[in-house]
């Protein structure tokens, strides 16, 4: 087992600039896990890939990326559950990093979402407590929303791709088209 070590989720390169400062200034050795099968379509995932890339690059950070786009398991979770869309994608994407840090020895894993003032804390601190009692390894809550701004400052020079919407097709559907 690695000490003090946590692997964070990271769903975009503009949260995971900060979340990944914060910890290791925490005293963590930081690693990061791309999995979100939620991001659509297929060409905007790719793009924050890449952005993620080009920032685990610049931040000496090791990216840890899973195979394929598993855009099927991800509509399987959601199909039918629209209105708690975020409970069923936040359980796929934790339970990945729980599993893939409990595999590799980390102590503790995290999520970069906790870093948006757009996504729903209370429900990510339950989830992540539940699958951190479930495969026996640390879930790290800490409310880091008040440096969002900090973290999209951080990336600013850097070029990367911005995203416009959260990831998954109804959040685009809800930040374009309702809009209308």
Known sequence: MKANSVLVHCCCAHCAAYTVDYWRQQ???VSALWYNPNIHPYMEHQHRL????????EVNLPLITTEGYDIVDYFRQVAGHEPQRCQ?????????????AHQRGFN???TSLLISPHQKHDLLREIGNKISKERGIDFLYT???KRYSDSRHMTKGLNLYRQQYCGCVYSEWERYAKRD
């Open 88 to 100: 069923y994608c936040f359980r796929l994407r934790l339970l990945k990093t729980a599993e893939t």
């Open 27 to 29: 005293g963590y050795e």
């Open 108 to 110: 503790a894993f995290t």
């Open 50 to 57: 890449e952005a993620m890339k080009s920032l685990a690059q």
């Open 143 to 145: 409310d880091l929303r």
